[in-house]
């Protein structure tokens, strides 16, 4: 069975960084893409970032462009979300997802609450 | 990188059939054979009901449905359930590695 488990969320102030974590099992973990994709309160889904599976393609959206690196593990089939710069625009639950390919996903996590206030 | 557009609801009775549009744009949606649905329960993970416009993953009932014409894909679903109450968005590839998410359709079973 694929899981995906988020860790790393938390309340930061504006400005600041965190380092968000995906623990994956249950398949070849190197043989997959994986995404960042996030959802702010109340609010609808949106594409973060994904990576290849040699973590040497990376592609983000234009918000987070410079603020945000992609990066795994494939030791530790691990995914990360470095994300510095942090704003209030980029408090949202984060989830990680596993690309199915075609831009579908249909292995996620539970997601990490990441809220960025003073 | 701009969202799909999405209505912001839907409703239906029980039984009943209701379509939730999707609408992008030829550099999007209309590119690519790459529109999915997903399903959302309050405080849950998305579930993926459709991908590639209108392929459904196993476990996936026959009930929803997925098209496209043109710039605008769509989600169908039938004999509507309780339980179908959730949240549904649609994504498509963007081009240069994106990929777009629309709005959100928050479905009401009346």
């Known amino acids: 069975e694929v899981q995906l488990e988020e860790s790393g969320g938390g309340l930061v102030q504006p400005g600041g960084s965190l380092r968000l974590s995906c623990a994956a099992s249950?398949?070849?973990?190197?043989?997959?893409?994986l995404s960042w994709v996030r959802q702010a309160p109340g609010k609808g889904l949106e594409w973060v970032a994904n990576?290849?599976?040699?973590?040497?393609?990376?592609f983000y959206v234009d918000s987070v462009k410079g603020r945000f690196t992609i990066s795994r593990d494939n030791a530790k089939n691990s995914l990360f979300l470095q994300m510095s710069s942090l704003r209030a625009e980029d408090t949202a639950v984060y989830y990680c997802?596993?690309?199915?390919?075609?831009?579908?996903?249909?292995?996620w996590g539970r997601g990490t609450l990441v809220t960025v206030s003073s | 990188q701009s969202a799909l557009t999405q209505p912001p609801s839907a409703s239906g009775s029980p039984g009943q059939s209701v379509t939730i549009s999707c609408a992008g744009t030829s550099s999007d949606v209309g590119g690519y054979d790459s529109v999915s649905w997903y399903q959302q329960h309050p405080n849950k993970a998305p579930r993926l009901l459709i991908y590639e416009v209108y392929k459904r993953p196993s476990g996936v009932p026959a009930r929803f449905s997925g098209s496209k014409s043109g710039n605008t894909a769509s989600l169908t679903v039938s004999g509507l359930q309780a339980a179908d109450e959730a949240d549904y968005y649609c994504s498509s590839y963007g081009g240069n590695n994106n990929v777009l998410f629309g709005g959100g359709t928050k479905l009401t079973v009346l």
């Open positions: 990576i290849n599976q040699d973590g040497r393609e990376k």
């Open positions: 249950g398949f070849t973990f190197n043989n997959f893409w």
């Open positions: 997802a596993r690309d199915s390919g075609s831009a579908s996903y249909y292995s």
